[in-house]
């Protein structure tokens, strides 16, 4: 069993930064690949990028060169560092584990919400 838990989600203005975190227990995470979903009220949940556990990373296209994550498997941790943020990345912000290899998510946490401010 892996836990998740994110952090770091909050109020900020149009073109503002945040650094969300997820921290693991349970597990180390070296095994997992890491990604981040997230979902606006109304909205299916999206793909918003994800860290593999060989070290390679994927974005969203909404997302690409603004967002960036990054792992650090000795703190078995995973951050998301949102830049020049957009009123349509508030969201409710989740991350999820998945063993190398495989398709399907196995573990997600709570969420932490974005909000994004004019």
């Known amino acids: 069993q892996v836990q998740l838990v994110e952090s770091g989600g909050g109020l900020v203005q149009t073109g503002g930064s945040l650094r969300l975190s997820c921290a693991a227990s349970?597990?180390?995470?070296?095994?997992?690949?890491m990604a981040w979903f997230r979902q606006a009220p109304g909205k299916a949940r999206e793909f918003v990028g994800i860290?593999?556990?060989?070290?390679?990373?994927n974005y969203a296209d909404s997302v690409k060169g603004r967002f960036t994550i990054s792992r650090d498997n000795a703190k078995n941790t995973v951050a998301l560092q949102m830049n020049s943020l957009k009123a349509e990345d508030a969201a409710m912000y989740y991350c999820?584990?998945?063993?190398?290899?495989?398709?399907?998510?196995?573990?997600w946490g709570q969420g932490t919400q974005v909000t994004v401010s004019s």
């Open positions: 349970g597990r180390r995470l070296f095994v997992y690949d």
């Open positions: 860290t593999r556990s060989g070290g390679t990373t």
């Open positions: 999820a584990a998945r063993r190398a290899g495989r398709s399907l998510y196995e573990y």
